[in-house]
Nanobody
């Protein structure tokens, strides 16, 4: 399974950002995907997960602010994470991966919320 996340960057508090992840490879029997966030010195934490039926679940402070969607294709799926009302606690490296069993982690994409 190949995972490519992008779209991170520097955003001011209160701003918005959309992350994208393209997943490809042996994904035919993977039915759920997740976004995770990792901050320095901390373990990765689950932010949101989405089933291929587009049913999504959000964790903690992501509720009400983040929206995760999935677009399915013949050979790849595209996940999006729309984030709004960002604050400094949202800073971190965001990764996408399969759920509940993650595969090898990709590089992730860095989101920095700062004024």
């Amino acid at each position: 399974v190949q995972l490519q996340a992008f779209g991170g960057g520097l955003v001011q508090p209160g701003g918005s950002l959309t992350l994208t992840c393209v997943v490809s490879g042996d994904i035919a029997e993977i039915y759920s995907w997740s976004w995770y966030r990792q901050t320095p010195g901390e373990d990765r934490e689950l932010v949101a997960r989405v089933h291929i039926s587009d049913n999504a679940v959000y964790e903690g402070t992501a509720k009400g602010r983040f929206t995760v969607t999935i677009s399915r294709g013949n050979t790849k799926n595209t996940l999006s994470l729309q984030m709004k009302s960002l604050n400094t606690a949202d800073t971190g490296i965001y990764y996408c991966n399969s759920c509940p069993i993650p595969r090898d982690w990709g590089k992730g994409t860095l989101v920095t919320v700062s004024s």
